[in-house]
């Protein structure tokens, strides 16, 4: 059973287009979601997080939305550059009651063309 | 300069001998953790530590063993390699201070098995 369902697989978007990708999750004592940035040949980097007490955080060209009775959030990626061109990923845990592992979605890739 | 660190990034081995991918970081930080990732897939977790002495296993059931002597230090080894282990293995860390769940990843070890 995945917890953590995320869409769409892959992604194409035109430069200065905006770019989204959503996840759903199941768990409602995930309190932590963060979303990962992973280029080839390298490992995940934190690009932006957000706590269920807010409903939105903006950080640069990067905004999660977030919305808990629905049990999803989405990351909106602004006038997107060739340079965003990469595999993301949503991710969830739980945080104070639990041990703060992190459960990953399937990824999207992301083609940001010309 | 704080990091993660992993070795061999790159690893082609025959089937049976014995392997141990190597993860260091400077970063003081208690909790580690190692996951696997398939080609342009999610990630699983498959053993973490919350401090020396401190092994547990993650969610995805592995065949390697993991040990953490020093808190700097957290070795992953497969005893008898075999074709199903071919995959990308990632370290990561994280601290268990302030309010921050946020997990530093490794380049991590693209691991072949023939």
């Known amino acids: 059973q995945q917890q953590v369902k995320q869409s769409p697989q892959s992604l194409i978007v035109q430069k200065g287009g905006i770019s989204i990708i959503n996840c759903a999750y199941e768990n409602t004592a995930f309190d932590y979601f963060p979303w990962y940035q992973q280029f080839p040949g390298k490992g995940p980097a934190l690009l932006i997080a957000i706590r269920p007490d807010v409903s939105e955080k903006k950080e640069g060209r990067f905004t999660i939305s977030f919305n808990k009775s629905a049990k999803q959030f989405s990351l909106h990626i602004m006038d997107s550059q060739p340079g965003d061109s990469a595999t993301y990923f949503c991710?969830?845990?739980?945080?104070?009651?639990?041990?703060?592992?992190?459960?990953f979605g399937k990824g999207t890739k992301l083609s940001v063309i010309p | 300069e704080a990091d993660i660190y992993q070795t061999p990034r790159y690893l082609v081995i025959g089937t049976g001998k014995k392997i141990t991918l190597e993860c260091s970081q400077t970063m003081g930080h208690d909790k580690m953790y190692w996951y696997q990732q398939d080609p342009g897939m999610e990630l699983h977790l498959i053993h973490y530590?919350?401090?020396?002495?401190?092994?547990e296993k993650g969610d995805l059931s592995s065949e390697s063993t993991v040990s953490r002597i020093r808190t700097e230090h957290f070795p992953l080894t497969l005893e008898s390699a075999r074709p199903s282990h071919t995959s990308q293995y990632l370290c990561?860390?994280?601290?268990?201070?302030?309010?921050?769940?946020?997990?530093?990843f490794g380049p991590g070890t693209r691991l072949t098995v023939l």
């Open positions: 530590s919350y401090g020396v002495n401190s092994t």
């Open positions: 991710a969830a845990s739980v945080g104070r009651a639990g041990s703060y592992q992190l459960t």
């Open positions: 990561a860390s994280r601290s268990s201070s302030g309010q921050g769940n946020e997990q530093f």
